[in-house]
């Protein structure tokens, strides 16, 4: 009875943050901004579905299931990736040298510096 | 002969016990195969593994997943404030450079995974010479606390991590 109402509750938050991952997706108006929805949704959302389904395998099948652990990991090891791939198109398509604050020396933001220039400024090819 | 072996004692053991559990199921057949693959893939990955950082201590790494996972739960409610409740014209979206103190690749690594899974802020770029990250961030009124908090929170920890 307290674990079906413990593992409702998780899936609800999990749903709530969900939606409001997706809500954001819609709402927000330039696209780095909308990056920051599908964060949440990633994290909160798919993290409370998660801990409901640990509860229920434990305690209602009678089994401790391991895959929702590895989901979390593999979850926290491609997330942050996409997130930085979809950030460096913005960057390339959208920003400029000068849009973007400095980097407190006198080589650009990776993204913008070409192989001629790095070449230059540690003397080697790579 | 046993360096040549295990290179990576570490990681013979996350595979073993990776294996594992993507199976679900404690049998001996799974725990050789699982053995085999431990043993194979970290000298098959040898070389791309040329100088890893030692990690200082267990406790601290302990640690330092707590304290994200904590900040995790807290930024995604804070976030959730922000798109339901506040309206597109008075947020403050900003980009800032934050100066970094690590220089091991694998620290700087976590640490920009580490602000982009905590939500309102995401990594974006590396300045050329590795030594400042920039972030964007979905609100930021105060962007010199923000970058304070990353410093005093993630990146005191890693230091005492890796270097």
Known sequence: MIVEILISVFLVISGIFGLVGSVGLVKLPDPMMR?????????????GALIASLLFFYFVVGRFSYHELMITLFLFLTAPITGHFIAKVHIHRHETRDS??????????????SDAERIRAEGHEL | MIRKLLPHPLLTLLLIVA??????????????????????????????????????????????ILVVLWDIVIANIQVAGIILFKRNASTRP??????????????????????????????????ADGHTLLVHCLHAPDPDAIRDQIKSRYERRLMEIFE
């Open chain 1, 35 to 47: 990056l920051h929805a599908p964060t949440k949704a990633t994290t909160l959302g798919v993290g």
């Open chain 1, 100 to 113: 973007l604050p400095g980097t407190g020396s006198d080589r650009p933001w990776a993204t913008f510096e």
């Open chain 2, 19 to 64: 294996w594992q559990m993507l199976v679900n199921k404690l049998t001996l057949g799974n725990l050789v195969l699982g053995a085999i693959l431990g043993l194979v893939i970290p000298i098959l990955t040898a070389p791309y593994w040329p100088n890893r950082p030692r990690l200082r201590s267990l406790p601290r790494i302990v640690e330092y």
């Open chain 2, 94 to 127: 900003a980009w800032i450079n934050v100066p970094l103190r690590l220089h091991t690749p694998e620290a700087i690594t976590v640490l920009a995974g580490t602000i982009t899974m905590t939500p309102g802020t995401i990594s974006s770029d590396l300045s």
